[in-house]
């Protein structure tokens, strides 16, 4: 198995921990069943978009959604897969300098735990890294603004990794329900955005 250490190492180069304030991570190994988290960061950066994050043996695997997740189950987002960050990430929520990689203000837009459901044809759970790796993973979100199943597929493989996320068609499927422009709080101190940036720039 890898070290999350090296797992972290694209997100430690990426970054100056002496200027930004974002988690430096430590390497951690926990068990998988003691961490299913996950958390949705909106993320005003050169482009506005929503970083969609799953813990998976000690790490956060991520996805950058730039129209943001959909309780639609017919509407497919694009999701772009980046580089593993560290558990600590998913509490993060301020302003990283504009100069700054990722350069912008972070809000903590959705988070809860996540159960994994996919399972083999003997009807054993497939492991979330085995999903991944495979490019097809199914998961039930347990969230303040998004639950049930939800869905991602990869669609292109190699240095930019797209995938789809999508709702499954469940009970917690809504196509009226539009999250991302009607529920604007940060689940997490309950600011806007525009709360965020002003209480960052005043702690400079
Ligand atoms: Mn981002």
Known sequence: MMETKDLLKKYHKKRAFDITEEPFGESK???????????????DASHLHYDFRISVNGVL????????????????RLAIATEDHPLEYADFEGTIPEDQY??????????????????????????????IEKGHTTFILNGKKL??????????????????????????????????????????????????????EKND
């Open 102 to 131: 990722g350069g912008g203000t972070v809000m903590v837009w959705d988070a809860g735990t996540y159960g994994n459901v996919k399972k083999d044809d003997d009807g054993n759970l497939i492991a979330m890294e085995d999903q």
């Open 147 to 200: 639950k049930g199943a939800y869905t991602l597929i990869r669609t292109q493989k190699g240095k930019d990794e797209k995938w789809i996320f999508k709702k499954v068609d469940d009970d917690e499927a809504d196509a009226r329900r539009k999250p991302t422009s009607t529920e604007n709080k940060s689940v997490l101190t309950k600011r806007t955005m525009k709360e965020i940036k002003k209480e960052s």
């Open 29 to 43: 190994k926990t068990k998988v069943k003691d961490t299913q988290i996950f958390v949705i960061q909106k993320h």
């Open 61 to 76: 695997k991520s996805w950058a959604v730039p129209k943001g997740p959909s309780t639609d189950p017919s509407v497919k």
